[in-house]
């Protein structure tokens, strides 16, 4: 691999990363309720491709079904909403620990294989998901999806969440807490497992490691945020429907991964943003996007594999 | 982004099993025995149609993968392609048997410049540079086949030679998915005899097991990739055309047809091409008579069957490899 390995120091929060949620903090104050809205999605984006990445840049599992951790969490918020009392935080939640719990699963089966087979295994379980999500018509609303899903009144009778602003915050509180968990993930000894089955999976598992259980715990965890992404997502937009669980939005997914520079946490957040920004303006301009989007993506698997975030601190050190 | 429901894929392709007339059997218990056979029958034939479909899917894949150890994303791109290649080719010439000259010709071209301009500078990287390349293969080549043809479903219409009905045991049968029966039978024993007895089907199965070795020899390997991605390429498009008359051309092939070929790739084994023959039939047999008794769980049931052969057999059910 070819990818950079600069892991943050262990222990202490670097300064830049205080700087960017202060920014991020005060966007509120200066960006109009359009951008705002594009913001609070390439958020959720950001948490969703960041927890691909935990299983495509650090243990080197292609996964071509991480849409599934999305839809499962999007789809159990949105039930949760609109038929239990459950608080919106809480519903968030909620959801995010059963697309965990699910990951368990998918993981155990799809870790019997390895490589392009595994790939296409997680790609069969999303497909799967999209299945049911058609035809499970009482609870997912089918073709139509759920809609008109709520923002409840949160616990305690906090209303901030019914705000677009404050929904913001929920957001990106939810995004700050869950890069700082993942990269005290990755510098600990579990990621040292993670990536030595990226580097070499034999040489790890004849050093002593169950790999496998190493693997399906990183894919419970990738599914825990993503579907947390996915949790986000619903209550944001309104609805939910099947397209969040369609393969394309997978390989979407991945697409922000590979772009922003797997292995780096922050490298797929920016590329989630770089996608949506992308996307709406080339929108604009265009109707076929989707062709300079591919163009784009190409050249960037062909010529900076290291992605944005590669190409920027490469610039930065010289 | 254009994501297309699948779920009206059974009912459109197996609407014959629908009508009366291949209903199962209402009166006495003799009779149901005397109707049970043409009923099987005629959905025997069915997925056996289908199971060509999916086996010129199939086996492109398994073919490039084999050769090439990488997954070609686009391949079902590809066999969209050819369906609006097909039907472009109608248009042009009048003549359905044009269409399934040139389209898989023009298909498989594309694809070998493909290979020859792109993908052939990733060998030295890993398996997932392939894959996401071809992925994005995908997306400029499905926007620009929107911008040719449009959004719209096009109709291609059954030659004339093959339009009408003929009736096994009473039980009206199209002539057309016969036709398909037979091209599948005639495009996997021709594969089958190319790969065994010609000079080019040896280099083939040379590469596929030590590319080194035979670049030692003194082969082109390269050349021999590029023709090998061409040529499954064209397969995918060859079904594409044949598909055309009975789905019509549309933007949801893509999405459909890549997870189909990459199911029965994964269950016939990875480079298996017989691997591929049997899966297709499995895979067709399943949907077809999954969507007849099970209709809610039949777009699960491929699937389910996928893990099932995968939890028993890592490797495929012909695969080397586990």
């Known amino acids: ?318 | 982004m254009a994501g297309r429901p699948l779920s009206t894929r059974g009912e459109r392709l197996f609407h014959c099993s629908r009508t009366p007339r291949c209903g199962r059997p209402v009166s006495s218990e003799s009779s149901a025995v005397m109707d049970i056979l043409p009923f099987l029958l005629v959905q025997c034939l069915n997925a056996l149609s289908q199971a060509a479909l999916l086996f010129f899917l199939g086996v492109g894949l398994t073919l490039i993968f084999g050769i090439m150890r990488i997954v070609n994303f686009a391949h079902g791109t590809f066999y969209m392609f050819g369906a609006f290649l097909g039907y472009s080719a109608v248009r042009v010439t009048g003549s359905f048997w044009a269409g399934l000259v040139l389209g898989p010709m023009v298909a498989g071209g594309i694809g070998a410049a493909f290979e020859l301009g792109l993908l052939r500078r990733l060998y030295k990287r890993d398996d997932s540079a392939f894959l996401m390349v071809t992925f994005g293969l995908t997306l400029v080549l499905g926007e620009i086949i929107r911008l040719v043809w449009g959004v719209n479903a096009l109709q291609v219409e059954v030659p004339d030679a093959l339009s009408g009905i003929v009736f096994l045991l009473d039980e009206p049968f199209p002539v057309y998915r016969l036709f398909l029966v037979a091209s599948g039978a005639i495009v996997a024993v021709g594969i089958w005899q190319f790969l065994e007895r010609t000079r080019l089907g040896l280099l083939i199965r040379a590469t596929s097991q030590n590319a080194e070795m035979v670049h030692a020899l003194g082969v082109d390997v390269n050349l021999v990739r590029s023709g090998i991605f061409g040529i499954g390429c064209g397969l995918a498009a060859l079904g594409g055309v044949l598909a055309a008359p009975l789905l019509s051309a549309s933007l949801g092939m893509a999405g459909n047809a890549i997870i189909d070929a990459f199911v029965i790739v994964i269950i016939g084994g990875m480079g298996s091409f017989p691997g591929s023959l049997l899966a297709a039939i499995l895979v067709a047999f399943v949907q077809v008579f999954g969507t007849y008794y099970f209709p809610d769980f039949a777009m699960a049931a491929m699937y389910l069957l996928m893990l099932l052969v995968l939890v028993v057999r890592p490797g495929g059910l012909l695969g080397k490899e586990a």
């Open chain 1, 1 to 318: 691999m070819t990818v950079q390995e600069r892991h943050p120091s262990n222990k202490k929060i670097p300064l830049a990363f205080l700087c960017v949620a202060v920014v991020l903090a005060l966007a509120p104050l200066g960006l109009p309720l359009f951008a705002m809205t594009l913001l609070t999605e390439a958020l959720i984006l950001g948490l969703l491709a960041m927890s691909l990445d935990l299983m495509v840049g650090y243990t080197r599992l292609i996964s071509f079904g991480h849409a599934a951790a999305y839809g499962l969490g999007a789809y159990a918020s949105g039930y949760l909403l609109l038929h239990t009392p459950l608080a919106l935080p809480f519903a968030v939640l909620a959801a995010s620990v059963l697309a965990g719990v699910v990951a368990i699963g998918v993981a155990w089966v799809c870790t019997l294989t390895k490589g392009v087979s595994f790939s296409m295994l997680t790609l069969a379980f999303a497909q799967l998901l999209y299945a049911v999500a058609f035809k499970w018509t009482s609870v997912t609303g089918a073709s139509d999806g759920l809609a008109g899903i709520p923002r409840t009144s949160g616990p305690f009778g906090v209303t901030v969440f019914q705000t677009k602003n404050g929904y913001y915050y929920l957001v990106l509180v939810c995004l700050l807490g869950a890069y700082l968990f993942c990269r005290s993930l990755v510098g600990s000894p579990f990621g040292a497992v993670l990536r030595g089955i990226r580097e070499n999976e034999a040489k790890t598992l004849s050093l002593g490691y169950n790999t496998r259980l190493y693997k399906i715990a990183v894919v419970a965890v990738s599914f825990a945020l993503g579907g947390l992404a996915g949790a986000l997502y619903s209550p944001f937009a309104g609805f939910a429907n099947t397209e969040l669980v369609f393969w394309l939005f997978s390989g979407q997914v991945l697409i922000m991964v590979i772009v922003g520079g797997q292995g780096t946490l922050i490298g797929p957040i920016l590329g989630a943003a770089f996608f949506m920004l992308l996307e709406h303006v080339l929108s604009q301009y265009t109707e076929s996007w989707a062709l300079f989007f591919g163009l784009i993506f190409i050249g960037f698997v062909m010529f900076a594999p290291q992605g944005i975030w590669g190409l920027l601190t490469r610039r930065a050190r010289v």
